[in-house]
């Protein structure tokens, strides 16, 4: 009994032995072993951390700034096809009303066609028929002129004009009315609304005094946009609905100079 007590005690002591050393080193502070080399691998991580933090950021902002600017294209091309869109319908319906035109060579217009005077200068006044009877188309319509003769504020006169081409649809001035829309988009450059201002006259009022010479602009108008073909089509048709008129004669020329 006594020798396994020895054997027990011994064991013991060697156990105590061992735990005492590896005690201490538990116990050591961590700072103490290698503390510098530690402290330069976690200095070194942060400044990578943080080079890579402000990487993140300038990605992230370079994204929303390229963000921006595809949204802004977006809308760009958006109005641009919105605006391409509204240029071919109004091509359409001036080709439509020129096509028109061809269905009323069968009736006889008046020879009265004399053309005004010079582009931008002409005061609609070829139009002899009364006045409409509300008073205020006329008055209307004189101040619409007085824009472009006397103002000289040709904006204004346009949608003057168009203001009174809604409200007075039965007006007598309504020829005349819609001969200076097309004359004051002509001299804007703006052709397309022009030709349809000028389509308009011929194809509603047909025996306007003001027909003949919308007509002829028509045909001018597509010669100046290359549209030969065309052209000269509005120029027959000149020459065939209005006889003995200067427009006529005027569209004869050009066809002889084709």
Not at 37 to 61: C, G, K, M, P, Y
Request: aromatic share 8%; proline share 4%; net charge positive.
């Amino acid at each position: 009994m006594s020798s396994n007590f020895r054997r027990h005690l011994l064991g013991l002591s060697l156990l105590v032995g061992v735990a005492v050393p590896w005690a201490a080193t538990a116990q050591a502070p961590i700072s103490n072993v290698g503390s510098g080399s530690v402290e330069d691998r976690v200095t070194q991580l942060e400044r990578i951390s943080n080079a890579h933090s402000q990487l993140l950021t300038q990605l992230q902002q370079q994204l929303s700034d390229t963000q921006r600017d595809i949204d802004s294209l977006r809308g760009q091309i958006q109005e641009s096809q919105y605006q391409l869109n509204q240029v071919v319908e109004r091509q359409k319906q001036i080709y439509q009303q020129i096509d028109g035109l061809s269905s009323q060579s069968s009736s006889t217009p008046t020879t009265d066609g004399a053309p005004a005077s010079a582009a931008g200068t002409d005061t609609g006044a070829a139009n002899t028929a009364a006045p409409a009877s509300t008073g205020d188309a006329n008055t209307d319509y004189n101040a619409a002129v007085a824009l472009v003769l006397e103002k000289k504020q040709y904006d204004q006169a346009i949608s003057a004009f168009q203001a009174f081409v809604k409200k007075y649809p039965d007006s007598t001035y309504q020829p005349n009315a819609n001969y200076w829309l097309g004359q004051l988009n002509y001299n804007k450059g703006k052709k397309d609304d022009a030709a349809y201002y000028f389509a308009s006259v011929v194809k509603n009022y047909p025996k306007s005094p003001k027909s003949a010479e919308a007509l002829l602009k028509v045909g001018v108008i597509m010669q100046e946009k290359g549209q030969a073909d065309k052209a000269k089509a509005v120029y027959q048709q000149v020459v065939k609905m209005y006889p003995n008129t200067e427009s006529a004669k005027q569209a004869q020329k050009r066809l002889s100079a084709s």
